[in-house]
């Protein structure tokens, strides 16, 4: 079954604990993006991947890192969370070289900073 | 930059019709994309326009003015299960990012 898994699903941290939420997709897919979801600001981009070692900031990119070492992941990290990093995190992948392609997104991460 | 706007909520009664409508600004336009989304859940992909007209897809149709940067997302025969947000999302060419609005929220009622 085509899909992106992203782990945790749910994941209460501490402010400063440095935490990675694992995302990987199984269409190899070039294209892959994290999203953050927060009330009233809708998904906003945090960072991109066009290929494997490509990577580039999207909207809201500060307190973020990434890697795309392999095709298939692109894990997010969070050097030292703070509690404005409490949102639903979203990561998305997608081939856009192929056409009309629409991102397929993995079920999402609920973090909650304290 | 990119504009992505659209209003935030409506309610519509179990078998009506229903226009979401998403206007934007963007330099290199390269496809607008709808997406639903429930509660919590993860968006799905609805549609995708990149030339002017109608695109229609079962009881979902997204219709394209790139000269008024303006889609609309119709939703016929509503059903309960409807209820959701749609997200419309703009490509820009280059980078293939996608820019999305803040989303409508669809409340079906009986």
């Known amino acids: 079954e085509a899909q992106v898994t992203q782990n945790p699903r749910y994941l209460i941290t501490v402010t400063g604990k440095k935490l990675t939420v694992t995302c990987s997709q199984n269409?190899?897919?070039?294209?892959m993006s994290w999203y953050r979801q927060d009330p009233g600001l809708g998904l906003r981009q945090i960072y991109y991947?066009?290929?494997?070692?490509?990577?580039d900031k999207g909207d809201v990119p500060e307190g973020y890192k990434v890697s795309r070492k392999e095709k298939r992941n692109f894990p997010l990290i969070l050097e030292s969370p703070s509690p404005n990093q409490t949102s639903l995190y979203f990561c998305?992948?997608?081939?856009?070289?192929?056409?009309?392609?629409?991102?397929?997104f993995g079920q999402g991460t609920r973090l909650t900073v304290v | 930059g990119q504009n992505i706007d659209q209003p935030t909520e409506m309610t519509a009664t179990e078998g009506a019709i229903v226009q979401i409508n998403c206007t934007y600004q963007t330099s290199g336009f390269n496809g607008l994309f709808w997406y639903q989304q429930h509660a919590g859940e993860a968006p799905t992909f609805l549609s995708y326009n990149v030339l002017d007209g109608l695109e229609e897809k079962g009881r979902f149709s997204s219709f394209l003015s790139r000269s008024k940067g303006y889609s609309y997302l119709l939703l016929k025969e509503l059903q309960m299960k409807d209820s959701a947000s749609y997200l419309c999302?703009?490509?820009?060419?280059?980078?293939?990012?996608?820019?999305f609005g803040k989303g409508n929220q669809v409340v079906v009622i009986p």
């Open positions: 999302a703009v490509m820009r060419y280059g980078n293939n990012r996608l820019a």
């Open positions: 998305a992948s997608s081939s856009p070289g192929q056409g009309a392609s629409e991102a397929f």
């Open positions: 269409m190899n897919h070039e294209y």
């Open positions: 991947s066009m290929n494997v070692e490509v990577t």
